[in-house]
């Protein structure tokens, strides 16, 4: 099989095991599980304040390591706002950076339909046609080096910082962020093949991945 069909739908599988929370009750957990997970994750002295859920829209505030805060909003998976600012411009109360909107009701292409149509799933999410190397494709293409990205020049000269341009779910946005803004390089690569592990198990297995798993912390030695 066409190892691009392969990808497209490892792709979607990755999405939906780790970044399609259903219903409020679990948005609602998985935000709180982020945002606690962010303390050690970035080892910072700090969590971050607790996201509110107001009439089904979550909201939250992360302040980060690297100069570089944001504030979300979530009103469904596909319609949500990330406004970000510069720490020392948000003390002065203005400056507001920019700002990630995305409208699930404007049209972009069915990935999902279009998959589901195809019926290939199956055949593609057997255990022999999964290779560790897929998985790496798209942990990187979906959360560390996405095709798509931004690179911040002021007041944060970090290369290694890439914020995602086209990425439309919520949730995947927020872990990108979670991944992208940890200032410490040794930990960023731990995760990293931490979830490559997690995806690829989780596939293989034909497993779900628990919100807290998901949020675990990568072993550094």
Request: proline fraction near 6%; glycine fraction near 6%; aromatic fraction near 10%.
């Given at each position: 099989?066409?190892?691009?069909?392969?990808?497209?739908?490892?792709?979607?599988?990755?999405?939906?095991?780790?970044?399609?929370?259903?219903?409020?009750?679990?948005?609602?957990?998985?935000?709180?599980?982020?945002?606690?997970?962010?303390?050690?994750?970035?080892?910072?002295?700090?969590?971050?304040?607790?996201?509110?859920?107001?009439?089904?829209?979550?909201?939250?505030?992360?302040?980060?390591?690297?100069?570089?805060?944001f504030d979300f909003v979530i009103s469904a998976k596909d319609k949500f706002?990330?406004?970000?600012?510069?720490?020392?411009?948000?003390?002065?109360?203005?400056?507001?950076?920019?700002?990630?909107?995305?409208?699930?009701?404007?049209?972009?292409?069915?990935?999902?339909?279009?998959?589901?149509?195809?019926?290939?799933?199956?055949?593609?999410?057997?255990?022999?046609l999964l290779q560790e190397s897929d998985i790496e494709v798209i942990v990187?293409?979906?959360?560390?080096?996405?095709?798509?990205?931004?690179?911040?020049?002021?007041?944060?000269?970090?290369?290694?910082?890439?914020?995602?341009?086209?990425?439309?779910?919520?949730?995947?946005?927020?872990?990108?962020?979670?991944?992208?803004?940890?200032?410490?390089?040794?930990?960023?690569?731990?995760?990293?093949?931490?979830?490559?592990?997690?995806?690829?198990?989780?596939?293989?297995?034909?497993?779900?991945?628990?919100?807290?798993?998901?949020?675990?912390?990568?072993?550094?030695?």
């Open positions: 099989m066409d190892r691009n069909i392969v990808l497209a739908y490892l792709w979607q599988e990755v999405i939906n095991l780790g970044f399609s929370p259903s219903g409020n009750r679990d948005q609602k957990s998985w935000v709180h599980q982020y945002a606690k997970s962010l303390r050690n994750f970035w080892e910072i002295d700090e969590y971050s304040s607790n996201p509110k859920g107001e009439s089904g829209v979550l909201k939250g505030r992360v302040d980060s390591p690297v100069n570089l805060s706002s990330v406004q970000f600012l510069s720490t020392p411009i948000r003390e002065r109360g203005n400056g507001l950076m920019w700002n990630h909107d995305v409208d699930g009701n404007i049209f972009n292409f069915p990935v999902q339909p279009f998959l589901t149509l195809h019926n290939q799933g199956n055949i593609v999410l057997r255990s022999n990187d293409g979906l959360l560390c080096h996405t095709r798509a990205h931004q690179h911040i020049v002021l007041p944060i000269d970090d290369h290694e910082i890439r914020i995602g341009g086209g990425i439309d779910n919520a949730f995947l946005f927020l872990f990108h962020l979670r991944y992208q803004l940890c200032p410490i390089p040794e930990k960023r690569e731990k995760e990293k093949q931490r979830l490559v592990q997690l995806f690829l198990n989780a596939i293989k297995n034909k497993n779900n991945i628990p919100i807290n798993t998901l949020m675990a912390q990568p072993v550094v030695s």
